[in-house]
């Protein structure tokens, strides 16, 4: 059993300020992993779909997301389906299987009605300048409020997932001279070049 408490001194390391949704994205992790009776990814193992959207409060969750699960940018193990929410549906690519979690509503409105939002957040206040003595009992209630009360788990479903494809074909651009992956190469006159020299 995976334990969010243990994460979050580099959850908030890897993140960069204290806020409450990063720590909501560790718990939501930890619940998924769990439930689905999965580790951590230290390959592809496990694929999250994450609801955030852009330019949206508390996205700052996917980066907890990332730090419990091991569903990271670089491995490619993590999507952003845009619908401007915070669920996250974690897949076992070994079984098949998913299941889906969320915050509850109500504990992502509590949040939201705090001085953290309130008084700073929604008034252009960076995160990283939010005393402490605002937003640490916020983490707090994240971190120790009971599962049941902070979270939705859904029951295991089947989820068909494609194979991942790892490409390792490449070129040096003709024109700018920079590594490019082959699929992401086009034709300019007589030349292989990258996206941006086929723009110009």
Request: with cysteine; proline share 4%.
């Amino acid at each position: 059993m995976i334990n969010p408490q243990e994460w979050l001194e580099l959850g908030q390391k890897f993140h960069g300020h204290k806020c409450p949704a990063m720590p909501m994205g560790l718990r939501v992790g930890a619940a998924a992993m769990n439930a689905l009776g999965v580790e951590r990814a230290k390959d592809g193992q496990i694929v999250a779909f994450v609801d955030l959207g852009e330019d949206h409060c508390a996205t700052c969750y996917g980066d907890g997301l990332q730090v419990i699960m091991g569903t990271t940018f670089g491995k490619g193990n993590i999507k952003k389906t845009h619908k401007g929410k915070w669920a996250v549906t974690l897949v076992d690519r070994a079984t098949g299987k998913a299941l889906r979690v969320t915050p509850k509503a109500s504990a992502m409105l509590a949040n939201k009605q705090s001085d953290f939002f309130k008084e700073y957040r929604e008034k252009g206040i960076p995160a990283s300048q939010v005393p402490a003595h605002v937003v640490d009992p916020l983490i707090d209630n994240v971190m120790n409020t009971p599962a049941e009360m902070l979270l939705d788990i859904s029951s295991v479903f089947d989820y068909n997932l494609e194979p991942k494809k790892d490409s390792f074909a490449g070129f040096v651009c003709e024109e700018c001279g920079e590594m490019t992956v082959e699929e992401y190469g086009r034709i300019k006159g007589d030349k292989k070049v990258c996206i941006d020299c086929a723009s110009k």
